[in-house]
Structures are given as C-alpha cells and as structure tokens.
C-alpha cells in the first residue's frame, strides 16, 4: 500500500466538547491535513446528527475525498450521505429489539431509526405523548416525532433497511461505557452518553475503519485513531500507527481496561488537549 495516511476521530467527547468543537481541533486538522493526511470522522451519530455536530466545520473535518463511518460503524457513506456500505438489522433481531425494549420500557424514554436515505427523516418515537412538543422543538428539523405502541413500532421498523436503533435513557439511568451481547441473536448493546445503542455484533467501527484501509488504499500503520468511549475501543484495538483516548476520569479507566497493549496508547485529557497535540505531531 501507498504510504498516504488517514486520520479518524471520534466525535462526542474527542474532538466536540457538547456539540462544541475547539479552535485547537480545527488547528490540529489543519496540520495533518497539511502533512498529507486525509481526516473524518468515525461516530455512533447517524450522518444527519454527525452533520449537526460538525455543523459550519464539516469541510475543515472530513476531507474532500474521504468516506464517513456513522451508526457505531454499522453504516459508511460518503460526504453527501449515500450509504456505500451497511451491515442492516434483519427481523428476527428487530423483534428482539423491540422485545427487550419493551420490557425495560421503564428506563427508556425516546428510540430513534434513520434509513439509508441521507434526506429521510430520522424517526424518533416518544414513549410519553407529552414529549412530542418538547422533541419537535428540540429535533423537528430534522425528525419526525410520534408516539404509538410497541407493536406498531415494530411495524415501523419495517419500513426501510436499519442499521443502528437507539434508544435515549431516563434521566436516573446512569450506565456509562458497558457493552452487552444478546444471546438469541446477533446483537450487541453499548451503554454510553445515556444512551443505548442497538447493533449487528458483526458491525463495529474496526470493521469500518478496515473498510476504509481497502477503499483508500491506506494501511491501518498509516492511519492516526482517536476515541473516548467504549464503542471506540474495537477500532482503538487496530494496529494504528497512532492510538489516542480522550479523557480522564473513571469512565475512561473502564475504556482503558478494555485496550489491546494500553502502554502504547496515546493519552489526552480533553478534545482541546487533542487539538494541541495534533498541532505538536512531527510525522
């Protein structure tokens, strides 16, 4: 392979501080962009809400020619948000889903769905009808929200292909960076930033990333990752040439624990620490 490089970050948490991105990020990118590397993005976000996050820095984030990993890595599109790549839910783990949520109804309050369209409307179901209001004014531009059952919330999942379904934790459900495997499927659920998150186990962001070593020819040695989180681990656990975690404090410790050879790992405390150490990098 060529030696061109590649750079992927996360976004929540390792290069946005609550939707914010630092000057030092954008600085950082600047420099890696200016030594040849190619930068995007890798997130749990769908492309419309990694679209909003980035907002007036999508151009500076992800490169002209670069593919985006969104949904835990389940999905790939490209900068217009044309799925190239999907690893969608089937039924049977649709109805497991829908199951599971059901009976855990008491600590969820919003599931959101995207389809493959990148101008569809992210669906967004309330379990309180009270909520709709608030989530319209909140999300309204880009979702559609609803209030039904749990049966006719699954025949809404059948209205196009899905990758990802996520489901927003009550406020007194404090689970931070735990990952769960179904055992009647192939499911895997990730804990993280009060959400929960539903996906094909096949489906990760290391999976993704190596799609990306394929596509733009660029071997894993070559690529700079940075993460935060617990779904950030499989693809922090690749043989890149840089491995940077983003964070301090006992959430990041759980993180760590997870890594493949952490001696090696790359430590930040925060996004705007990132951003000035990605200015710093030689090579």
């Not at 040849?36 to 679209?51: D, E, F, I, M, N």
């Not at 809404?156 to 406020?171: G, H, M, Q, T, W």
Request: aromatic content about 8%; hydrophobic content about 40%; proline content about 3%.
């Amino acid at each position: 392979m060529s030696e061109k490089k590649l750079a992927v970050f996360d976004i929540d948490g390792t290069i946005a501080v609550h939707g914010a991105i630092p000057d030092s990020i954008i600085a950082g990118l600047e420099t890696l962009q200016a030594k040849g590397y190619l930068t995007t993005v890798s997130t749990g976000r769908s492309y419309v809400r990694a679209q909003e996050a980035l907002g007036d820095n999508f151009d500076k984030v992800v490169s002209s020619n670069s593919l985006i990993i969104v949904e835990h890595g389940s999905k790939i599109v490209d900068r217009e948000g044309h799925v190239v790549y999907a690893d969608y839910l089937k039924s049977n783990e649709l109805d497991h889903i829908v199951d599971f949520s059901r009976v855990n109804k008491d600590m969820i309050r919003l599931i959101w769905f995207g389809s493959p369209d990148p101008m569809g409307r992210i669906q967004v179901w309330c379990k309180y009808p009270e909520d709709i209001e608030k989530e319209i004014a909140k999300r309204g531009h880009y979702a559609e929200i609803f209030h039904c059952s749990f049966e006719e919330l699954r025949t809404r999942l059948d209205a196009f292909p899905i990758s990802n379904v996520s489901a927003k934790l009550e406020a007194f459900v404090s689970v931070e960076n735990l990952k769960l495997r179904f055992t009647r499927s192939e499911i895997d659920i990730f804990f993280q930033d009060s959400m929960m998150e539903y996906l094909r186990n096949i489906a990760d962001k290391s999976a993704a990333v190596l799609y990306l070593e394929k596509h733009h020819n660029i071997a894993v040695e070559n690529m700079l990752i940075a993460g935060n989180a617990i779904n950030d681990v499989d693809m922090l656990n690749l043989g890149a040439g840089k491995r940077i975690l983003v964070g301090v404090g006992p959430n990041t410790e759980v993180v760590m624990g997870y890594l493949i050879r952490p001696e090696e790992v790359i430590r930040v405390e925060s996004p705007e620490d990132l951003g000035n150490y990605l200015q710093r990098l030689e090579a």
